[in-house]
């Protein structure tokens, strides 16, 4: 599985100017929620979120404010970055479809 940093990473939307990549992406991510692996990830990621925060809590970053500000930021950022990935990979065929269409 390849590693897709933004939009325009890609393949399908590499040639097409920024503001059109976007917008054809847009309008298709909509449609990876009618797969279940979507859904699948999106579970994962909840309770990836709250199994991390519950360990940082644990380990007791939860007393300042830097801490809580720590714990925050990194419970759902791993999670919610592979989330991305999912959807991303699950976007694709839509977008060969909707250039397909446009051609």
Do not use: C
Request: no cysteine; glycine share 4%.
């Amino acid at each position: 599985m390849n590693f897709y940093r933004t939009v325009q990473s890609i393949p399908e939307l590499r040639d097409l100017p920024r503001y059109q990549a976007r917008a054809l992406y847009r309008q298709n991510v909509w449609k990876t929620f009618r797969r279940w692996q979507l859904w699948a990830a999106f579970v994962l990621t909840l309770a990836a979120v709250a199994g991390l925060t519950a360990l940082l809590w644990s380990i007791g970053l939860r007393d300042t404010l830097p801490e809580a500000a720590v714990r925050g930021l990194f419970a759902p950022g791993i999670p919610l970055v592979l989330f991305g990935q999912v959807r991303m990979h699950l976007v694709r065929p839509y977008l060969r479809a909707a250039l397909k269409d446009l051609t």
